[in-house]
């Protein structure tokens, strides 16, 4: 059976994918990175929390000239979880300015980066929009 | 009670494509031209301080061009605040009282030269590894967001149109159109030529909403200055006194923590915080100033700092813009030189080449660009990472 792995270590693959963050247990401040203390207030115990999975584009680029290897144009933004700005592409969405904005809703996605020689999957994940009820 | 810092001399040289000239070449020029606007040699200069942030050339390298004295060299790498943070360096030591005059260098080889961050991505490898801080099995540049300068600066562009609203790729590629408008007065610049909105609207798209010429041109470029104390000032011709001109503030800050400044980079706050140490430094207020060298790296990035260094009211960047106020005619001209966009962004040289504008008009000696009766400028750079560098400049009244 081929397993999975996250691209990245702040991904949690299984039912419901979802980003989680360290965060501060003295100020509450929030981070993606592996952490040596707070950047706020130094201090060094961190709790894990969940990030919610929909969230508002606070701002964005489609990028069009990137290094070779990185498909363009691409959408590039920062969402707003519930207080916490992720980074992230968004997804299933035409690359234009006519069908990305600022303020669209969003939610998180996964898709597969592909299969290594091992038969282990990546999954990247990024945002799309949330369908307009 | 700390010494007052002056620039004595003070000189950039031309920004372009200088395939005959290396670093060294390039660094000599600007140093030697520099003392010799301050009518000092190497002999009377006590500190260096020296930045080639993509080069690897050094300021000992310099001394065996020009001259090896034994002064001590402070090397200085601070992103594209590397030039401000040479200056702030020499300046340091003399308000310190330790030497009479100091020498900051900063030069840069770009020509030619494409993405300087993100402009590399490493094959994936053959199997999924966890590597780095964020346990990444693949590169993420181009999978989790953009690491390329131009894309970061757009995102930061458009948070604030998210903020404030008024924002348009249209009202961007204005900004760049009024930077290419002042660059045709500046014999420095490296693309020296008139563009109209069109043209810039239509060219090669980047990172939306920066096309091409809204972005800073890589080229070849030094800039150095010498800074002398007070006390050794006074001492000096008048005809030196009467060109020198005073550094009222030097200020370098570095980005507090925000949440989300570890996501985006938060260029605002930092410059805020250098701008509010600036003005309570040099005991003026924006509204003192007759021009203004700020860091459009992006068309995107000179309106947030027109709200950063409060030349507007908090979120009025927009209306400050479209008030015609940052042209060279208008009540706070920004960027007469012709910005990164046009004069170009040889990295460690800018720090100090955004003073040489302000201290050109200061000193009267702009020729056809001359911002009429120039008292005080102010001189600003942002090094993504990130770090503020601020000069406010004043005209000498002797």
């Known amino acids: ?133 | 009670m700390a010494e007052n810092a002056w620039i004595l001399g003070i000189n950039m040289t031309k920004f372009g494509k200088h395939p005959d000239k290396d670093a060294l070449d390039l660094a000599s020029e600007a140093a030697l031209a520099a003392l010799k606007d301050a009518g000092v040699t190497m002999k009377d200069i006590g500190v260096l301080a020296y930045g080639n942030l993509m080069g690897g050339s050094s300021g000992q390298m310099l001394q065996k061009q020009i001259g090896q004295t034994g002064i001590p060299v402070f090397n200085v790498a601070n992103a594209c605040a590397t030039g401000a943070t040479a200056l702030r360096t020499v300046i340091l030591a003399v308000k310190a009282g330790e030497v009479d005059f100091g020498l900051a260098v900063g030069v840069e080889k770009l020509s030619g030269a494409g993405l300087l961050a993100g402009g590399t991505r490493k094959e994936d490898e053959p199997t999924w590894t966890p590597h780095g801080r964020f346990g990444a099995v693949a590169a993420i540049d181009g999978r989790i967001g953009t690491e390329t300068m131009p894309g970061v600066f757009a995102q930061i562009g458009m948070e604030y149109g998210y903020k404030y609203g008024g924002t348009s790729f249209e009202l961007f590629a204005r900004i760049a159109e009024k930077n290419h408008a002042h660059s045709t007065l500046n014999p420095l610049a490296t693309y020296s030529k008139r563009m109209s909105l069109e043209e810039i609207m239509n060219d090669v798209m980047i990172a939306y909403p920066n096309t091409r010429p809204m972005c800073s041109a890589n080229c070849d470029g030094a800039a150095a200055a010498v800074v002398v104390s007070d006390s050794k000032l006074k001492t000096l011709s008048l005809e030196q006194r009467r060109r020198a001109v005073k550094i009222a503030a030097s200020v370098l800050t570095t980005d507090p923590w925000e949440e989300g400044c570890q996501v985006l980079p938060n260029v605002n706050t930092v410059t805020r915080n250098g701008a509010r140490q600036a003005y309570e430094t040099a005991g003026i207020g924006p509204e003192d100033l007759d021009l203004v060298e700020l860091h459009d790296c992006f068309a995107t990035a000179e309106l947030v700092h027109y709200d950063n260094l409060m030349l507007c009211e908090p979120g009025g960047a927009v209306d400050f813009f479209n008030s015609g106020a940052p042209w060279r005619d208008g009540r706070m001209p920004v960027n007469v030189s012709g910005g990164l966009e046009s004069k170009g962004h040889p990295i460690a040289a800018t720090g100090i080449a955004n003073v040489w504008e302000i201290c050109h008009h200061l000193r009267g000696e702009a020729g056809d660009r001359q911002i009429p009766g120039a008292k005080v400028g102010l001189a600003h750079v942002i090094g993504l990472g990130s770090t503020c560098g601020i000069h406010i400049l004043e005209k000498s009244a002797a």
């Open chain 1, 1 to 133: 059976m081929a397993s999975q792995i996250p691209l990245v270590d702040y991904l949690v693959l299984g039912d419901e994918p979802h980003l989680i963050a360290h965060e501060c247990e003295q100020c509450g401040a929030r981070y993606f990175d592996h952490r040596n203390a707070c950047a706020n207030c130094s201090g060094t115990s961190f709790k894990t929390v969940d990030i919610p999975t929909e969230g508002t584009v606070t701002t964005f680029t489609i990028v069009s000239l990137a290094a070779p290897g990185i498909p363009v144009p691409f959408v590039s933004a920062i969402v707003d979880c519930g207080g916490t700005p992720v980074r992230t592409n968004l997804v299933n969405v035409e690359p234009d300015p006519e069908h990305v904005t600022l303020g669209m809703k969003v939610r998180l996605t996964t898709f597969s980066l592909g299969v290594d020689s091992a038969g282990v999957e990546a999954i990247g994940f990024g945002f799309e929009p949330v369908p307009s009820s």
